[in-house]
């Protein structure tokens, strides 16, 4: 079985970025992400209490496990929240993933 999914980044001009994720080592999507250089500040180090790591779903949302009460709780304190933002910390990579599509929140 592939133990590597695709998650498609849209960067600040638009583009889109492919990059291949392992999903047997355990890692989240905001782990992922700043392995891969985002400017990704994850200030609680994971912990879903900052929502430094936020994301904009744009494609693939419904692929992603239910948001916590935690999760929310903590989205709920960003200003400029977006029905498809989700905390990249409370995301683990998994086959299920393989294509969605996401951008760092607050990047135009």
């Known amino acids: 079985m592939e133990n590597n999914i695709t998650i498609y ?3 600040p001009d638009g583009s889109v970025t492919p990059h291949e994720a392992p999903t047997d080592m355990g890692l989240s999507l905001m782990e992922f992400l700043k392995a891969s250089e985002y400017d990704i500040l994850a200030t609680c180090g994971g912990m879903a209490l900052c929502a430094t ?3 904009d779903i744009l494609e693939g949302e419904e692929k992603l496990n239910e948001m916590s009460d935690d999760e929310y709780a903590m989205l709920d304190t960003l200003p ?3 029905p498809n933002s989700r905390l990249a910390c409370q995301l683990q990579l998994n086959n299920n993933m393989d294509g969605l599509k996401v951008k760092l929140h607050g990047v135009s």
Request: charged share 20%; with cysteine.
């Open 80 to 82: 400029d929240l977006l």
């Open 9 to 11: 980044m849209q960067e």
């Open 53 to 55: 790591c936020c994301v």
